[in-house]
């Protein structure tokens, strides 16, 4: 799964308008190989991205939960923390490959 592409829903506050939006055009590059489409290929793009907007906006707000909403500052400290780990391992990896 494309990394850049953040869980919306069950936050406290609700996801915005713009997190999902970002969502769906990260959603679309990742699915078209295209970070800024030609433009022949533009409005085909904006399209997708709309209608994935939309649909993501739709699927937040129909999902139910009983679990406790979940604060936005402790799932950021969480993910910088994986990319630490992440890091680390792929330094030491590399440190390995250069030591054989």
């Known amino acids: ?3 850049n592409i953040k869980t919306l829903f069950n936050f406290e506050p609700p996801a915005t308008e713009d ?7 990260q959603f679309v590059r990742k699915l078209s190989g295209f970070t ?12 997708a991205v709309d209608e994935v907007t ?3 906006r739709k699927l937040i707000s ?9 604060d936005r500052e402790t799932e950021a400290e969480k ?3 994986r990319g630490r780990q ?12 250069l030591d054989a």
Do not use: G, Y
């Open 36 to 47: 800024h489409p030609s433009k022949v290929n533009e409005a085909a793009f904006e399209l």
């Open 79 to 81: 993910a910088k923390e």
């Open 86 to 97: 992440r890091m680390e391992r792929d330094l030491q990896r590399a440190r390995e490959l």
């Open 54 to 56: 939309a649909s993501a």
């Open 62 to 70: 129909s999902l139910e939960t009983n679990a406790a909403p979940r």
């Open 1 to 3: 799964m494309c990394r």
């Open 19 to 25: 997190e999902i939006r970002a969502s769906a055009i």
